[in-house]
């Protein structure tokens, strides 16, 4: 049943984009994702989709060419992309994807059968069509581009039906499956259906002449009258007796700030659920006291029952019974708690675990492209290779899918130009002219195992020294006691390569260094096998989420922080008399060698504890190459976290990843190890370090720290300078906003703030600072040019401890406020 229109809308002009006519109008019941893009976008997205059909088709039909179901899946998305260009007026991809659907109509008859030259003219066809409708003029398809793609095809074989020159100045007229599939498109992104059915589409014009000339007719089966007949599969997404029925694996478009999100509130649901089992087991207390009370009213029934008048004896009766009664009815309504607890338990880890595993994707997702990258360079380098794709269903996080293509793509071309011989060469060696070439994803112990072999030549570990040695990266003498696993480690850096000649393949020593980057990124391994004359494998190991992840916790200044596992090396407890000096930075013994030592307190800001513990907790960090050791106040275990991301609005937090709840509720923070490191390297390199002793209460006392919040420039150095002349440590705002914005990124322990700044004044800032739990204890001290007694009964019932007027301000008057407040600087 059609809808009626929600507004009354004119079509287009003939032949113009109806993208440029403002794209699609928002429909009830019309896709969010759908509703607010133009139709261009859609066809580029549909082109996507088409194209990746026939570039699989077409590989497929380059072994088999009579393969009946890959030349219908090849029509259908032909037929399907020029039902698609129509409707937007990007006649070129009409043109070029009615001599593709031509072309496999012949090859259904019989009457042509692919060979290469046609698969790779159809190949090319495929390159044009993704190009259509670029808005980069550079990059865009011209008139040219189709008479070349034409005139390409018809080389190939003589078009059905056309010669090649009828063929490159064809322009096919707007079909009746094809008004039909504009018609559908249009409804469902809320064009004006009436007007659609009172203006009936003129043929399509010829670009070159403006001559119009019908589609060639053909005599087709029922299975391409069906297709000619179905609508663009992705611009009208489905017809409605197709949307109502729910197929178990169509896939659906879902935003990935969506799915984050999604994920967020599921896990907050599972920490909300276990809140239950606690407040049972208190309900169970309370039960058990109710017991103890019950017991013992009837120990003093029993005790007084021959002392006591019968009416007195009746009421202590009454009394009994209600509170058997209430134990009873306590009971029953504990073991529903318990029974609810269960239920809603298990149901919030459902759906934490499906909300998780809508982060995952097949690794097929990401491998679309590979199979005609290989047979490309394959060809570009005159080999033969036959390359197949293992676990293609194997879920992995979609973060980690997205970062895969560069790596893979590389691995790829380096098995095809470095690997895999030529077919004369392979035969000479008594193998088979077709190389195999194998991209393979599985998981295994936890980890996602993904490989690249090929059966080619495998690594020369001559060569391999003479070009380590040719390009500098180690002498002849340590080149020659090099191990093989410790050669084919300089595969992986960056700027090496054992070309001597740069080609348009390889030579620049980029491939693989790029694969070694993503590997680290993410924490994983990259390992190479190598078999002389036999071949070589890659194995990346890398982790199976990047959603979730196995941490240890430790406190510092009475927060919980988290250091991912994967990137801790050890943990130790060390007597503090086994901490030593070595040019002024503190450093412990580790695997025979000294390594520094820093504070958490200092890397993240927090409060040394005033206790101090007899060894000190140290989190190994870094690599072989830097090493540092972290002391915190305590470990507090390993948890598996579900990382949160942080609002968007905080910007980079210095020295953290992400977040996390814990099983209580509460907030964990997860530190950023590379960005730490970095931290740690700045401070050492600047002799600011902290020492565990005196920040542990050893020796010296911290800093108060103070933030000044003033939009006067004058004022506020003049206020920094004295209290940092005095010894306290001073952070500056420029106004109340980023005064606000400091607070919950630093500890301070005194705010001196102005009244009159611009965003945000003083008085907001002291009323939100009061007002915040965590803050509302700091001091807030007030420095104003206004003096009159309203604005000072202003600030003091906002909540400042302290107000000073700058009409009688000088040097020991704010300084005496600040000492009278928190004290000295130390």
């Known amino acids: 049943m059609k809808q ?14 109806l993208s440029a006519w403002g794209g699609p109008a928002r429909t009830e019941g019309t896709d969010d994702d759908l509703s607010h893009v133009s139709l261009l976008d859609l066809f580029r997205e549909d082109a996507l989709t088409q194209t990746r059909v026939l570039s699989d088709g077409l590989l497929a039909l380059e072994h088999t060419p009579a393969d009946a179901a890959a030349l219908e899946a090849c029509m259908r998305a032909a037929h399907s992309l020029k039902g698609a260009a129509r409707i937007i007026g990007l006649q070129d991809g009409v043109d070029i994807a009615h001599l593709m659907e031509e072309c496999f109509v012949a090859a259904q008859r019989g009457e042509l059968t692919l060979s290469a030259s046609h698969i790779d003219a159809l190949l090319h066809g495929i390159d044009l069509i993704v190009r259509v409708g670029d808005t980069n003029p550079a990059a865009a398809v011209t008139r040219a581009d189709v008479d070349t793609f034409a005139m390409r095809l018809a080389s190939s ?5 056309q010669d090649a020159a009828a063929t490159s100045g064809t322009r096919a007229t707007s079909s009746a499956d094809e008004e039909a599939t504009m018609r559908a498109a249009l409804a469902l992104l809320g064009a004006d259906t009436a007007a659609l059915a009172s203006s009936s589409p003129g043929p399509a014009h010829t670009a070159d002449t403006g001559a119009t000339e019908p589609t060639p007719s053909r005599t087709a089966d029922d299975s391409t009258a069906r297709a000619s007949e179905a609508p663009t599969a992705s611009l009208a997404q489905a017809p409605a007796r197709e949307r109502t029925t ?5 896939m659906l478009r879902v935003r990935a700030d969506n799915l984050d999100r999604l994920l967020s509130l599921s896990g907050e649901s599972l920490v909300e659920s276990r809140w239950l089992k606690p407040f049972a087991e208190s309900m169970l207390r309370v039960k058990r006291t109710q017991r103890d009370a019950a017991r013992a009213l009837d120990a003093f029934y029993d005790a007084l029952a021959d002392r006591l008048d019968p009416l007195t004896l009746a009421a202590l009766g009454d009394v009994r019974a209600m509170l058997s009664n209430t134990q009873q009815l306590l009971a029953a309504r504990v073991d529903e708690l318990d029974r609810f607890d269960r239920r809603s338990t298990h149901l919030a880890q459902q759906l934490y675990d499906e909300a998780l595993q809508c982060r995952m994707r097949p690794f097929g997702d990401a491998t679309h492209a590979y199979p005609r990258l290989v047979r490309d360079l394959a060809r570009s380098l005159d080999k033969r290779v036959r390359f197949s794709i293992v676990g293609a269903a194997t879920q992995v996080d979609r973060d980690i899918l ?3 293509e560069a790596p893979l793509g590389h691995l790829l071309r380096n098995a095809i130009d470095h ?6 060469e392979r035969e000479a060696k008594g193998k088979p002219p077709e190389a195999t070439l194998t991209l393979d994803a599985r998981h295994s112990a936890g980890k996602l195992l993904i490989s690249v072999s090929d059966d080619g030549a495998g690594i020369d570990l001559d060569r391999l020294r003479e070009a380590v040695v040719r390009r500098q990266f180690a002498d002849e003498a340590t080149a ?3 191990s093989e696993q410790e050669l084919l480690e300089f595969l992986l850096l960056p700027g090496f390569s054992m070309r001597e000649h740069v080609t348009d393949v390889s030579g620049r020593g980029v491939g693989l260094d790029v694969v070694r980057e993503m590997v680290t990124a993410v924490r994983g391994t990259v390992r190479i096998h190598n078999e002389p004359g036999q071949g070589t494998r890659f194995v990346l190991q890398l982790p199976l989420t990047l959603s979730v992840i196995r941490s240890l916790l430790v406190e510092v200044g009475g927060e919980a922080y988290a250091f991912p596992l994967a990137h801790v090396r050890r943990t130790l407890e060390l007597p503090r008399e086994r901490l030593d000096m070595l040019e002024g930075q503190q450093h412990f013994p580790f695997e025979g060698r000294p390594v520094g030592l820093v504070t958490a307190h200092q890397l993240l800001g927090a409060n040394a504890p005033e206790e101090t513990r007899e060894n000190v907790a140290v989190v190994v960090i870094g690599d072989e190459h830097e090493t540092f050791g972290v002391a915190v106040d305590r470990f507090l275990g390993e948890r598996m976290l579900v990382v949160q991301p942080l609002d968007a609005r905080l910007g980079k937090v210095k020295d953290i990843a992400a977040g996390a ?13 590379d960005d730490l490191l970095r931290s740690v390297d700045k401070l050492v390199r600047g002799g600011q370090l902290d020492k565990v002793r005196r920040i542990e209460g050893v020796a010296a006392r911290r800093r108060k720290h103070v933030l000044v919040v003033e939009d006067s420039l004058t004022v506020r150095e003049l206020e920094r300078k004295l209290l940092e002349k005095r010894g306290y440590a001073v952070t500056v705002a420029v106004d109340g906003m980023d005064g606000w914005n400091a607070l919950h990124s630093t500890n301070f322990d005194l705010v001196v703030t102005d009244i009159d700044m611009p965003r945000m004044d003083g008085i907001e800032l002291v009323t939100l600072i009061k007002r915040d739990a965590m803050l509302k204890t700091m001091p807030v001290l007030i420095v104003s040019y206004k003096d009159r007694d309203e604005d000072r009964r202003r600030g003091l019932e906002a909540g400042a401890d302290y107000y000073l007027a700058k009409g009688s301000f000088h040097d020991e008057a704010l300084l005496d406020a600040v000492r009278d407040l928190i004290g000295e600087a130390r």
């Open 4 to 17: 009626p229109p929600r507004s009354p809308r004119s079509l287009p002009p003939e032949g113009a984009p």
């Open 157 to 161: 074989h003589a078009a059905p039906g």
């Open 246 to 250: 729910r197929e178990p694996d169509r």
């Open 402 to 404: 997205d970062m895969l």
């Open 419 to 424: 690997g895999v011989e030529t077919p004369d």
């Open 480 to 482: 020659a006691r090099l």
């Open 661 to 673: 709840l814990m099983e209580n509720g509460d907030v964990v923070l997860i530190v950023d190890i």
